[in-house]
């Protein structure tokens, strides 16, 4: 019973002491000096509302941690035997005679906590020694949260859909890189730049805590630095309020004693991050290819007896064309490896989709990913296998026009787009947090039997916008207003879809009457308001960092926003249109998708990077 006392009472002294030394008081809140420091303020001020906001973060973690322990210590022999003796007394006809069961099956489970439960409980209690005896960390004392953010100096700056940071690999963090802006965390400086990164999303990784790695052994109890830091890292950003989700994208035979790590996040991924496509693309496929079979990589000592029966017995033909084992290949050399052969085998479903990608043919041991795959049952025998290769090393490499039905699967389903949005949801956070995938439709349409062609064109899109906007136009300003309730009603169905509905009412005789009250609080004409800038005005109104012109009662392909997109994920180009050639960059094109600024302004500019889809 002391047990329990103890921890309430540290929970109520830690309670005690945030009103006592941490938390700031009203008045001090509410000072306008202290709550938005302008310019002009005193800098005294401000940095008195920093050392208040650093203190009443670390009484937080501080409560963090005893709730955690104290939660452990609910669940040990000595409350559980208090508990079984007050049940005893209470009710000791009924609950007296199982007492003597109830000891042994303590006495059979004594030794303590064992599992995430035991790794907490020390974890908590080892945060807590140092929170109490080590005080302020030097740097955390001199750096003011929200300084470091990249690019806040800029008074132009416009924050990324998605700020990510956490335990990541240098791997990861260039293929998060084109969808997310990405802060890694090192030991020695995790909490600061936890800070100051100003992250939406925490990620742990177990794959950055292997051999060589700045939080290698992190798990292993022979790392109890490593460990104790990661677990500040853990509950200082659940005490900020940011998710924290576990990736476990690696065996766990290989990172042993991370079931406290899972435990402790969020939620917990099992997933890796997808293909990002900006790496693994046919872009510079060339023509012509070798066809002899190339398993990329170093063989794995850990797979199945059956798999390495196979992949041994065709490494190990003498007639043409045997199965190439590479080696060891650089993560940085591999979409140019990819690109120079026209046929791999491989055992892992994530090198098959790379590969396939990179408009490579893929024989797949065991189950394959994707039905442009051939595979080849694990248990069958090694002549089923010749035979297959025998077969593809015969046909000519694969051309962009082959690979772009597999490009599209996988842009649609495996892409690292789709595996952060995922990520976003399982940490609540909104929809359409990739930046590269916000697209805007931008049409016109007078009437609901406009707005009804445009929407029955766009529904049968494989890849629906985030965002149409439509100028309603008419020849006055009432029958504009008029004209724009027609087109949203007609929308309705979009809508329902998640697509962003904004119709702008827009008058196409003479000066436009329905704009913004002037200074004298009537109606300011507009005389820029013509037909034939309204893709500018129309890129003015949209609010998604992509565009896509479209005209109502065009006869467009199912496949014609996707194919867009792609191209623009792949080639991470400025517009993409069709230019003639196909899948390469060019230098004259009519653009189909660009960036918002390409068609708001009247001057794009040079030194644009223009795409060129087919």
Not at 266 to 273: R, T, Y
């Given at each position: 019973m002391s047990e329990q006392q103890g921890p309430g009472a540290e929970v109520g002294a830690l309670l005690d002491s945030v009103t006592e030394a941490g938390e700031p008081d009203a008045a001090a809140l509410s000072d306008p000096g202290?709550?938005?420091?302008?310019?002009?303020?005193?800098?005294?001020?401000?940095?008195?509302?920093?050392?208040?906001?650093?203190?009443?973060?670390?009484?937080r973690l501080q409560l963090a941690m005893t709730q955690a322990r104290l939660a452990a210590l609910e669940q040990s022999s000595t409350m559980e035997l208090g508990r079984a003796l007050v049940r005893a007394a209470r009710r000791p006809w009924s609950r007296g005679v199982q007492l003597p069961a109830d000891l042994v099956r303590l006495w059979r489970e004594r030794g303590g906590l064992t599992g995430p439960g035991a790794a907490t409980l020390a974890l908590a209690s080892a945060q807590l020694g140092d929170l109490a005896g080590g005080g302020e960390r030097f740097l955390s004392a001199l750096?003011?949260?929200?300084?470091?953010?990249?690019?806040?100096?800029a008074p132009g700056w416009t924050p990324p859909g998605l700020v990510i940071t956490g335990v990541l690999t240098a791997r990861t963090c260039a293929t998060l890189a084109t969808d997310a802006a990405v802060h890694p965390l090192l030991p020695h400086d995790a909490d600061v730049m936890l800070e100051s990164a100003g992250a939406d999303l925490v990620l742990i990784e177990a794959e950055a805590m292997l051999a060589g790695s700045a939080w290698a052994y992190a798990g292993d109890p022979a790392g109890t630095d490593r460990g104790r830091r990661l677990g500040r890292l853990i509950a200082a950003a659940r005490a900020l309020g940011k998710p924290v989700i576990f990736i476990r994208n690696i065996p766990a035979?290989?990172?042993?004693?991370?079931?406290?790590?899972?435990?402790?996040?969020?939620?917990?991924?099992?997933?890796?991050?997808?293909?990002?496509l900006a790496r693994f693309n046919p872009i510079g496929l060339a023509g012509s290819r070798?066809?002899?079979?190339?398993?990329a990589g170093v063989r794995d000592p850990r797979q199945a007896p059956a798999v390495r029966a196979?992949?041994?017995?065709?490494?190990?033909?003498?007639?043409?064309?045997?199965?190439?084992?590479?080696?060891?290949?650089?993560?940085?050399?591999?979409?140019?490896m990819y690109r120079e052969h026209a046929l791999f085998v491989t055992a892992s479903a994530d090198?098959?989709?790379?590969?396939?990608?990179?408009g490579a043919r893929v024989i797949m041991i065991g189950a394959g990913p994707a039905a442009d795959i051939v595979p080849v049952a694990v248990a069958a025998d090694v002549p089923v296998l010749r035979e297959k290769l025998a077969a593809l090393r015969e046909c000519p490499p694969l051309s962009v026009a082959e690979t772009l039905p597999v490009l599209r699967e996988i842009f649609t389903a495996q892409a690292t787009p789709v595996r952060l949005a995922a990520l976003a949801r399982l940490a609540g956070l909104g929809d359409h947090v990739i930046a590269g995938r916000r697209i805007a439709v931008l049409s016109r349409a007078a009437d609901a039997g406009a707005a009804a062609a445009l929407a029955a064109g766009l529904a049968g899109q494989r890849f629906l916008p985030a965002e149409l906007v439509v100028q309603a136009e008419a020849p006055d300003?009432?029958?504009?207003e008029l004209s724009a309730r027609a087109v949203t009603a007609a929308l309705a169905g979009l809508a329902d879809r998640g697509v962003a509905i904004r119709a702008v009412p827009v008058v196409t005789g003479g000066p436009d009457t329905s704009g913004r009250p002037g200074p004298g609080g009537q109606p300011e004409p507009d005389d820029h308001r013509e037909p034939a800038d309204w893709l500018a005005r129309a890129a003015t109104e949209a609010r998604s960092p992509w565009v896509v012109p479209w005209r109502a009662g065009g006869e467009y392909p199912g496949t014609y926003l996707l194919d867009l997109a792609c191209a623009r994920e792949c080639a991470q180009a400025d517009a993409a249109g069709y230019g003639g050639a196909s899948y390469a960059f060019t230098a004259s094109l009519d653009p189909a998708l660009a960036r918002r600024e390409y068609f708001a302004a009247g001057d794009p500019g040079h030194g644009l990077r223009l795409f060129s889809v087919s």
């Open positions: 202290l709550a938005d420091p302008g310019p002009a303020a005193n800098p005294g001020l401000a940095a008195e509302r920093d050392r208040l906001a650093r203190t009443l973060r670390e009484t750096t003011a949260p929200g300084l470091g953010a990249p690019g806040s100096e035979q290989l990172a042993p004693g991370l079931d406290w790590v899972a435990a402790s996040c969020d939620a917990v991924s099992d997933e890796g991050f997808g293909v990002p070798p066809g002899d079979p190339v398993y196979l992949l041994d017995a065709v490494a190990a033909d003498t007639g043409p064309g045997p199965v190439r084992v590479t080696g060891e290949v650089p993560w940085r050399r591999r979409p140019a090198q098959a989709r790379e590969q396939l990608a990179c300003a009432a029958s504009a």
